[in-house]
């Protein structure tokens, strides 16, 4: 079965240093999203992109955060200068369409430490 | 403000037995509801998507129940293997256009030999 898929599965970085995250989305899926887990809390929801831009985006995802979809099989998230609070694991999601009844497919994660 | 909230916050039952987990949420406009299992370590994994008109739905050994006007839902797990341990994740999508997810904080069961 396809699978979303990321990495790195950990990256540790140090503080202010820019940071990119990558995965690979099921490959005929047309929506693409990036989620953040802090350590022992809920799953909160960054962005979703379609059609090459951005269609929502969650209050987190200020202007140190941006996505890409650089080619026909990539979608990452950078985050510019971290902070200590960025610490958290993110999952790229993907989903063939945004309806009522489409699933998102997610990724393992990437955990992101920084020091 | 839109919420979803689990009970209970953790569980431990014998393999073979049957639980029911919960979930209530606020969040307006509603779209659909929808069940996630993750193991630790993983991502989560779709179990059910309900919309406002369905209020049951299964899939194997697990079938999902929504009340819309009451605003809960529940997730009741059948004949429980020690493969089910994990967190069950209850998420509402909530107003129009793409897809916005409000996530609970997640029932994490314990299956037991």
């Known amino acids: 079965e396809p699978e979303v898929t990321q990495t790195p599965s950990h990256q540790v970085t140090q503080m202010g240093q820019e940071v990119i995250l990558r995965c690979v989305p099921i490959?005929?899926?047309?929506?693409f999203y990036w989620y953040r887990q802090i350590l022992g809390q809920k799953v909160e929801f960054l962005v979703s992109?379609?059609?090459?831009?951005?269609?929502?985006k969650s209050e987190i995802f200020d202007d140190q955060f941006s996505v890409e979809r650089p080619d026909g099989s990539n979608f990452t998230l950078k985050i510019r200068s971290t902070k200590l609070e960025d610490s958290a694991m993110y999952f790229c999601?993907?989903?063939f369409g945004s309806g009522l009844n489409q699933p998102q497919h997610f990724g393992d994660g990437t955990r992101l430490s920084i020091l | 403000k839109n919420q979803v909230e689990q009970s209970p916050q953790s569980l431990i039952i014998l393999e073979g037995k049957n639980c029911t987990l919960q979930?209530?949420?606020?969040?307006?406009?509603?779209?659909?509801l929808r069940w996630y299992k993750q193991d630790t370590g993983r991502g989560p994994v779709s179990l059910t998507i309900m919309t406002f008109s369905e209020n049951t739905k299964s899939n194997g050994r697990y079938t999902a129940t929504l009340d819309a006007d009451t605003k809960q839902s529940s997730l009741h797990i059948t004949a429980s293997q020690l493969s089910d341990s994990a967190s069950y994740i209850c998420?509402?999508?909530?107003?129009?256009?793409?897809?916005?997810?409000?996530f609970g904080t997640g029932t994490r069961l314990l299956v037991s030999p």
């Open positions: 979930c209530n949420y606020t969040v307006s406009p509603f779209s659909n």
């Open positions: 490959s005929n899926h047309l929506y």
């Open positions: 992109f379609y059609n090459n831009e951005i269609s929502e």
């Open positions: 999601a993907s989903s």
């Open positions: 998420v509402v999508s909530g107003g129009t256009g793409f897809q916005k997810l409000v």
